[in-house]
């Protein structure tokens, strides 16, 4: 059974940092690419950041762009998220998600229960 | 960057009846595009890939169409279970991948 555990969500202020953790099993993890996506509350789906399975290429949304960090451990089966300079706009429920085999743009099969994180004074 | 674009926001259907969602591309995404369904307080469930391919144990009664910029998801038979979210994302061009704002099937 593949399973996708998030954790390290929480209420953080203003400017400060988070690191959010994918925990994965049940599926090859170092042969796939990966992905965070977030969901503003009552919103629609953003995707945040991609990373290769070997963990040599990422991409970044622009709106999270020098501020955020996708990062993996193949030894571990565990995707990184590394969040700073959090703003307001931040607040979200955050998912990883499955990408492609090796690298490039892809739909997910699978996905996180998600991990919600709050940026607020 | 690649604009998605659902209609309608929200559509009411009746247990029984079919439903049609509709996807737009600002560019030709050539078949490069999922269906997504989400309830409240779950993850998203990939439906449709590929714009017609049925995921891993979806059911018949979803079946997706369309290409170029222009897509549509079919739910034919709405049952009670079906009433939720659903997203189109393109993945084409990327990055960044991009998904559109959402069609919530309601009871009517």
Redesign the interface.
Known sequence: EVQLLESGGGLVQPGGSLRLSCAVSGFTFSAYAM?W?RQAPGK????VA?IASSGGST????SVKGRFAISRDNSNNTLYLLMSSLKVEDTAVY?C?SGSWGWG?????F????TLVTVSS | EIVMTQAPATLSVSPGERATLSCRASQNVKNNLAWYQQKPGQAPRLLIYGASTRATGIPARFSGSGSGTEYTLTISGLQSEDFAVYYCQQYNNWPPLTFGGGTKVEIK
């Open positions: 992905n996506v629609g789906l953003e995707w991609a991409y970044h949304a622009d998912y998600a743009g892809s739909y997910s099969d996905w996180g229960q998600g």
